[in-house]
């Protein structure tokens, strides 16, 4: 057996919640005769949900969407699959990353789904064409969710995409857990170097950013939170973590992780503050959180080692990890989420496409939350296959929670 199936068949063990969905697909069929696109990480986890969604009996054409995250036996093994095609590969050129989002989107998809908003930003600047085939699509991170909503406030986006990443069971288990972990773990292997101790940086105290604190400080870091959110930076005072600019974290900070999904958040005037040795992540979408062109243009040297670059600046080493890219999938070891964590994402992809593949030729353009009744569902899967059971609200108590006349 190929390294990418066995990979494959090691993540589907810890993946019951996908499984059990898997079962209801080959039972129902609920995707004969449609032709699904998508753009992820391709690796094992996401393997997965490609063969649950291509046992529904969809077509799905896949890419990746990110040049550093594929791993390439996996995306070998994927086109061994029953009605699976990939065309993602690892370290591929800007134009190979496009020929590829092409080549997905030449199958004619009527379901997009992704991970950054490629596919959906393409089909509405490039391949108009397929407008009116697509039903509809989702989305799995933060950075995609931003520009889906910017393009939907101006009107723009012209079909219905399931913000798959904004409701509760991605958010409080995959950015919390999956980034906090993954992270670290990547950032590990990468350079061997101790985290106790450390002065560790965090820019962004969203979900992912509170999840990587918390796990940094369990590691025994000294852990800074940047913020431009007011509530969030005093929320993370509150939970015990030093709150400061970049602009004074640069100048003590030793390991760097930028979280926020917006541009130079870590830019020449911190370059210029940081410690020698510093070491600079991304655990954001895109590779614009740390200036990585300006090092290019003024380090006076660059050293490239595995997964490592790093810029000397008038004596002065600063590493980058993954080229600035996402840190825990993006280096060469790099796994990405723990397996667990995406069994719950993957089975929120799958029940959201399942609804848009019901629901979508009457859903208008624009962006929709996960329906509460598919969020609750992925619980209980998880629940279920934990053995864990929980209490049921009875009908005095439902009584009690709707009335407003309660007495004295």
């Avoid at 039972?27 to 990480?41: D, N, R, S, V, Y």
């Amino acid at each position: 057996m190929s390294s990418g199936k066995l990979k494959i068949e090691w993540a589907a063990q810890y993946m019951p919640v996908l499984a059990a969905i898997k079962k209801q697909f080959v039972k129902e069929k609920p995707f004969a005769g449609m032709t699904i696109g998508m753009a992820l990480h391709v690796e094992a986890k996401t393997a997965n949900l490609v063969s649950t969604l291509a046992a529904g009996g969809a077509e799905v054409h896949i890419t990746g969407c990110n040049p550093l995250s594929t791993q390439d036996d996996v995306a070998e093994a994927l086109n061994d699959f029953k009605n699976v095609h990939c065309y993602a590969k690892r370290a591929c050129s800007v134009d190979e990353y496009y020929s590829a989002i092409d080549q997905v989107l030449d199958a004619s998809p009527v379901i997009t789904i992704d991970d950054g908003m490629d596919l959906i930003h393409y089909i509405h600047t490039k391949r108009r064409d397929l407008i009116k085939k697509v039903i509809g699509g989702c989305e799995e991170t933060t950075t995609g969710i931003h520009r889906l909503r910017a393009m939907s406030n101006e009107g723009k986006l012209e079909f219905p995409v399931i913000a798959v990443n904004d409701t509760p069971m991605k958010r409080f288990f995959d950015n919390v857990h999956g980034t906090g972990e993954s992270a670290l773990s990547s950032i590990m292997i990468t350079t061997n170097t101790l985290i106790a101790g450390k002065f560790f940086v965090v820019a962004g105290y969203g979900f992912c950013g509170r999840g990587l604190a918390k796990k940094a400080h369990g590691l025994g870091a000294k852990v800074i939170v940047t913020e431009i959110d007011p509530r969030r930076a005093l929320e993370a005072h509150m939970d015990g973590f030093m709150v400061m600019s970049m602009d004074e974290a640069a100048t003590i900070g030793d390991i760097f992780v930028t979280t926020t999904g917006n541009i130079a958040v870590i830019a020449a005037r911190h370059f210029k503050t940081l410690k020698n040795g510093a070491i600079l992540s991304n655990a954001g979408h895109f590779n614009v959180e740390i200036d990585i062109e300006w090092l290019h243009k003024n380090a006076d040297k660059v050293i490239q080692r595995d997964g490592i670059e790093t810029f000397m600046l008038k004596g002065k080493a600063i590493h980058v990890l993954a080229e600035g890219r996402l840190v825990n999938l993006a280096t060469p070891k790099g796994m990405g989420h723990p397996i667990e964590v995406m069994d719950l994402s993957f089975a929120l992809q799958a029940l959201c496409t399942l609804h848009i593949a019901k629901n979508g030729r009457k859903m208008k353009g624009g962006v929709y939350d996960v329906p509460q009744e598919i969020d609750e569902k992925v619980a209980y899967l998880k629940l279920s296959s934990l053995g864990l059971s929980i209490d049921a609200v009875t009908e005095k108590q439902k009584k009690y929670l709707c009335s407003w006349d309660i007495g004295t």
